[in-house]
């Protein structure tokens, strides 16, 4: 099954490629998706436009800090597997294939 899934992954990336080529104007495209986040912020601050831009600023920088951890992981994970790899090296002679 894991390939079916691969190919229904590679198919829905197809899709969505050849949607967006076909975007002459991506703005007007995403202009609801931003429109309801901003209402999302503002019904969370009770209206008030300060506080909405508040949360969404705050809801910005969440979303850069799980990013920015998970390059962090992602290149602790990445010299571990290096350091990994050099110890076989030394204890195989480098003939580790």
Avoid: C, Y
């Avoid at 209402?39 to 008030?48: M, R, S, T, Y």
């Amino acid at each position: 099954m894991p390939r079916a899934t691969s190919e229904a992954r590679l198919v829905a990336s197809i899709a969505a490629h050849t949607s967006w080529a076909n975007t002459e104007n991506r703005s007007a495209r995403t202009a609801p998706a931003r429109r309801a986040l901003d209402e999302k912020f503002l019904a969370e601050a009770g209206g008030d436009p300060a506080r909405a831009e508040h949360l969404r600023k705050a809801h910005f920088q969440r979303l850069a800090l799980k990013s920015a951890q998970s390059r962090r992981r992602a290149r602790e994970a990445t010299a571990a597997a290096q350091a990994a790899e050099a110890e076989l090296d030394q204890l195989t002679g480098g003939d580790a294939a």
